[in-house]
């Protein structure tokens, strides 16, 4: 088994990074529904900044897993019509970038609130901009619709891999979990 | 142990007093703080920093004057994201707002309590507030030993009044006001 990719298999490492993000980006979007609904007082407080840190460790994931997939070749796309291959290829550039946005409007409206993010108790994370209510709330927005789009995105990404798999039978999916 | 002081009784017993005794407060024997509700629990938080200047008028307590100033920017909340958000600009805004100030405008007295009536200022706004005070002197001390005394003063702000209206889901809107100042006589 490879630690890196092949031209028809995923390495070692870029599978460990496509599941612990995908299971993550889920349990982060299930996480932020739950503590938005939540009345929040001194017992539960503290699922707030864990949701925060817990951002940030799937923001430094993601660019790893950005990083090793600009500097490690995925394996040549099996056939599939142009169309397909487009409408695959335009599904993944959005993955990547609303992966990389949903954090970072998360980050930014986080850091508006004036709130110290504290990262596990380590450290605390730098903040993107300074005190405001305003800026807050939009950046707040855009990581509530950057995420639903993004679980919606994962959907038809599970959806086209289970097509290659169970229509199409061919390799993809199989590439991602052997 | 203290003893707490009748005001009407202190004004009996030193009669001979006739001008407002000045008060200077023992830092170090000085708790300023507040109480707030955060979800249904109260929190308590606290201003370190904070100057006094208290004048007792023994014989007539309606002279007797309390300038209060709490410093914002080292307000606490109890515990750190309480700080932070009662810092804020949403709360207390402590950087545009450095202090919280309190001037007393009268003061009556009866049995063992005085109310302080006054205008406080939080956030540029001044609205009117009525503070409780009680005056205790130490175990063993006489009647007319009035050199060291403790000096407890509470009331209640509504923190909406002051427009310091962020959090009003998880925050409630009074602050229970406690300064408990050991004081002694200048």
Redesign the interface.
Known sequence: MSLRNTTTRFGTIAKFLHWTIAVGLWAMFLFGNYISDL?????N?YL??RHKAFGILMLSLISIRILWRITNRPPTPLSSSAREHLIARTTHAALYLLMLATPLFGWIGASA????IPFFGLFNVPLLWG?D?NIADLFFMFHGFAATTLIVLSILHLGAALYHHFILRDDTLRRITR | MRFIMSLLFIAFASATMAAPQQYAVDPANTDVGFTYI????P?HGTFPDYDIDVAIDFGDVSNSTVLVALKTQTATGG???GT??MR???ILNARAFPAITFKSTSVTGGGDTAQINGDITIRGVTNPLTLTAKLFRPNGTTANDLDDLTLKITGTVDRFAFGADGYA??VGAALEITIDAAIKKQ
């Open positions: 009345k929040i007082g001194p017992d407080f707030i900044p609130t004036g709130f110290s005190e209510e | 955060f979800g249904e629990k929190i515990f750190i994201f932070q958000a804020s600009k949403k889901d998880e």
